[in-house]
């Protein structure tokens, strides 16, 4: 029981219109099982989500479906954002690293549908059971650094359901779902790198975690803003709070003493 | 350019007092530049640090540095915690899953000592240049399920610097620095899963990674509890500026009609 991960050379540069699913079937040596792992900026790119970088900030906010926390920096404000995507991220998604100069790219409308759509194509082309996953490197809390996570999937399980199994001593595994789509994105991250010109690889050896088109995609892992227990950020929190218990306490009137 | 990831059979159960770099060292075929990845369960059980699950609500109590946010459910109170090992967990990492009956497993008492002791003994027994990252499952905020992480590491770069560095257009890449220690641990869980009875994963192909046993280990990835913008749960942080708020408003006195 294993697996491996490898990148797929000689993809080349996308540019807007390109077909994707062509050109990985083309460059790839795909085998029955596999899943593909694509970083979401050859989609964006393939997209033509490409915008002027000079259009950021009003990209950043036009991306936003709520801002969950700010942090200040000299020179301006990082926006740690849910994007329309469902992402919790810095400034939406969007990027200027391995744009064309003077442009930053948008993550795509629908990453799922992309993703669908790319499997679709795929699995026409070789006639192959394949999965997609669409991945997109991504800060977290209270950890430093960045790891790729799935912001896109077709075709593949994104969790393992363990709830209701039993660990090796037969007892109930509670709440116990992995996030595999994740896993299988942070490997994938391992081979493609960031500076190798590598966007897509392939995990051989999960073919357990393919499944029909139609399962639940990379928006099924997005915990909804209202069961969320950080859906704000520390001081924005805070900050509305004092505010409502000063409202309050001025409503209430002056102490009696 | 690619890895394997692989279980390692037979590993058996762990008792307190055991070997295990002896044990994982007769049970795996190792090569050079092998990135080992062990469930931090039985590092726990080699350690002994198993108590009655009567005593489980004063051990999470004991292993906790800090409350970072609850959540209530039918019968009682999930605490999401930063533990003694940095590590922001629900129940402070305290488990009954694959523990003997009538007992929970703490995390080892540091992760980083212990990966450093177990790389040191494998080393010495195979005279490979090896790696070793304990993993734990862990829940995310904004996001459903959870992955495995790093909370210990030794002979292992945990993050690859990419800062300074640039993206295949020659852009440099400012903030960008994966955690790789993460996304092998995400790897390895692929493979070793929670019921399967598999604790230890060989990661092969990534001994560009290995180095050596006084690189920092996981705790440098916890990022401190002043720098991080989702230090306490919303809910949490709103109350404590609602309580500010009204005070000050208080203090105030009267609003002047």
Redesign the interface.
């Known amino acids: ?7 797929v050379e000689g993809i080349g540069e996308i540019r807007a219109g390109d077909d994707l699913a062509g050109i990985i079937a083309a460059a790839a040596d795909l085998e029955d099982g596999d899943i593909l792992v694509v970083t979401s900026k050859i989609v964006s790119k393939a997209e033509g989500r490409v915008i002027e970088a000079s259009d950021r900030e009003d990209a950043i906010t036009a991306e936003t479906v709520r801002v969950v ?1 700010t ?1 200040e920096y000299e020179g301006g404000v990082t926006r ?1 954002v ?1 994007n329309r995507q469902g ?2 991220q810095a400034a939406a998604g969007v990027d ?6 003077g442009t930053v790219l948008l993550l795509p409308v629908d990453p799922d549908a992309s993703a669908r759509e790319l499997a679709t194509g795929l699995r026409a082309l070789t006639g192959l059971r394949l999965g997609v996953i669409l991945s997109d ?1 991504v800060g ?10 799935a912001i896109g999937a077709a075709g593949v399980h994104v ?2 359901d ?1 709830r209701g ?5 037969g ?1 109930a ?1 509670a709440v ?5 789509a ?3 994105a ?2 994938a ?3 493609k ?6 966007p897509v690889a392939i995990v051989r050896g ?1 073919g357990r975690y393919v499944g029909d088109l139609d399962l639940p995609g990379a928006r ?4 909804p803003a209202e069961r ?23 409503a209430e ?3 009696v003493g």
């Open positions: 029981m294993g697996f491996s991960v490898a990148g926390a942090r740690i849910e992402i919790v200027a690293s391995n744009a064309p100069d490197t977290r809390a209270w950890r430093e650094g960045q790891t790729d996570l969790f393992e363990l199994s039993t660990d090796a001593s007892k595994l116990t779902m992995p996030c595999v994740d896993e299988i942070g490997a991250e391992l081979v790198g960031k500076s190798a010109g590598i999960l099924s892992i997005v915990r969320d227990l950080f859906r704000l950020g520390a001081d924005e929190a805070y900050d509305e709070g004092y505010r409502a218990g000063f409202d309050e306490a001025q009137g002056p102490l």
